[in-house]
C-alpha cells in the first residue's frame, strides 16, 4: 500500500488505463480532425486547440484515480474506471469518450467514434 492507503496495482492499473486513453484520443483526433484540430499530449495532459483558440484539456488526476476534462462546450467533468469505462463522477452516467466524441463531432461537422 501507498502512504495514503492505495493499493499499487490500483494505481499502476490506473496509470495504464488513462495512458492508453490520452493516447487512443490523440491518434483519433489527428487521424481524423488533424486538419481541424490541433493535438498535443504533454505529460499527463492532451490538450486539442482548434484555429480559433478554443480548447479541451484532457489529463490524468493519479491521486483522485480520474481523469479529467475541461470542455469549452459543457464545463469541468471528473471520470473514475467503472465497469471498462471512465464515467462521469456526476452521476448522470455519462461516459468520457462519448461525451467528448459529441462534442467534437458537433463542433467539427463530422463523426467521432473512440
Do not use: C
Not at 464515467?87 to 461525451?99: D, N
Request: aromatic content about 8%; cysteine-free.
Amino acid at each position: 500500500m501507498t502512504k495514503d492507503g492505495m493499493m499499487s496495482n490500483d494505481l499502476s492499473a490506473f496509470h495504464q488505463r488513462a495512458d492508453q486513453t490520452l493516447s487512443h484520443v490523440l491518434d483519433v483526433v489527428d487521424d481524423l480532425l488533424g486538419d481541424q484540430i490541433d493535438a498535443d499530449l504533454h505529460g499527463d495532459i492532451l490538450t486539442l486547440t482548434f484555429s480559433g483558440g478554443t480548447q479541451y484539456i484532457l489529463n490524468k488526476n493519479a491521486h483522485l484515480l480520474q481523469m479529467w476534462l475541461s470542455s469549452p462546450q459543457s464545463g469541468a467533468w471528473h471520470f473514475e474506471w467503472t465497469d471498462g469505462a471512465w464515467i462521469s463522477t456526476r452521476g448522470g452516467g455519462e461516459a468520457l469518450e462519448g461525451l467528448l466524441a459529441a462534442e467534437l463531432a458537433a463542433r467539427t461537422g463530422r463523426p467521432v467514434h473512440f
